[in-house]
C-alpha cells in the first residue's frame, strides 16, 4: 500500500481491478439466468480460461477448468431448449428452493434459518454507509448473495484503504461465513455443468479474493462461525481416585 496517499501501488491497483473483474463476471452468473448473448461473450472470452489462470492449483484453478468445459459443451447459438434448461437450473438455486440453497445470508446465519433477520439489516446498515441501497428488499433482500457481492466489488473498485478495509471486514462477517458452503452445495446439486462449476467458482474465488484483500490491507481474516459452528466448552476431566491421595467418603 501506498502510505502516503492510501491508496494501493500499481502493482495492487491491477491486482485489484482483475480480482473485481472476476467478481463482476460471476455476479452476472448468480444474477439472473444466461441468455445467448451472455453465452456467447463468456465463450468468445473464455471466461473459464480466465478463472483458471487466475485461481492456483488447487484452489480453484479446476473450477475455472469447469467453467471452460462448460461453456465449449454448448453450442456457439444455443436454441431455446439449451436456454430453458440453464433458466430452470438458475431457478431451482435462487428462485423455487428446488436444491434447498437460499442465497440470503439470514438463512444460513441464523439459527431459525428463516429470511430478513438481523444480518438483512446489518448489511442494510454497511450498504447505507456507502450511500448504497436495493432496489427492491421484499423481491431481493440486502442480504442476498448477489447484493452482497456487487458491495464487495463497489469496494474494490474504489481502491481505497478504508473501502479495502471495510470489504475486508464485510466479507468476514457476512459473506465467508456461508456463501463458500453454498456454492459448494451448487457444485454438488446443479444438474447443468455451467451451475455446477459456477457454484464451485463461489467457493473458490470467495476465499482468494479476501487473501488479496489481506495482503493489501493487513487485515487478518476472522470468519465468524455459523450457529452450530461454536466450539462447546470443554467439559472438565474427572480426576483418577487413587486411594490415599484425596479424601475418600
Not at 481491478?17 to 439472473?32: E, K, N, P, S
Not at 478463472?51 to 477448468?65: D, I, K, N, S, T
Not at 463497489?154 to 471486514?169: F, G, I, K
Request: a negative charge; hydrophobic letters at 45%; glycine letters at 6%.
Amino acid at each position: 500500500m501506498d502510505d502516503q496517499s492510501g491508496t494501493p501501488d500499481q502493482e495492487a491497483v491491477e491486482a485489484l481491478g482483475v480480482g473485481a473483474q472476476a467478481l463482476g463476471l460471476l455476479i452476472r452468473l448468480l444474477d439472473r439466468e444466461p441468455d445467448a448473448e451472455l453465452l456467447s461473450a463468456l465463450k468468445e472470452m473464455r471466461a473459464g480460461d480466465f478463472y483458471a489462470e487466475l485461481l492456483p492449483v488447487g484452489r480453484g484453478h479446476e473450477a475455472g477448468l469447469a467453467l471452460q468445459s462448460a461453456l465449449d459443451s454448448l453450442p456457439d447459438a444455443p436454441d431455446q431448449q439449451v436456454l430453458d434448461l440453464l433458466a430452470a437450473d438458475f431457478a431451482d438455486c435462487f428462485l423455487t428452493h428446488g436444491y434447498r440453497l437460499s442465497p440470503n445470508g439470514s438463512v444460513w446465519m441464523m439459527e431459525e434459518r428463516l429470511e430478513r433477520q438481523l444480518p438483512m439489516f446489518e448489511v442494510r446498515e454497511w450498504y447505507a454507509h456507502y450511500g448504497l441501497e436495493v432496489p427492491d428488499w421484499r423481491i431481493r433482500s440486502d442480504d442476498h448473495l448477489v447484493h452482497q457481492l456487487q458491495f464487495v466489488q463497489h469496494l474494490m473498485e474504489l481502491s481505497e484503504q478504508v473501502a479495502l478495509v471495510d470489504a475486508a471486514h464485510f466479507m468476514d462477517r457476512h459473506v465467508l461465513p456461508w456463501a463458500p458452503e453454498m456454492g459448494r452445495r451448487m457444485a454438488q446439486r446443479c444438474a447443468t455443468p455451467l451451475y455446477a462449476a459456477t457454484g464451485a467458482l463461489v467457493a473458490d474465488l470467495l476465499p482468494v479474493l479476501r487473501e488479496l484483500l489481506a495482503e493489501l490491507t493487513g487485515v487478518a481474516i476472522s470468519i465468524a462461525p455459523l450457529p452450530g459452528d461454536k466450539p462447546h466448552p470443554k467439559a472438565p476431566e474427572r480426576e483418577l481416585y487413587i486411594p490415599g491421595a484425596a479424601p475418600s467418603w
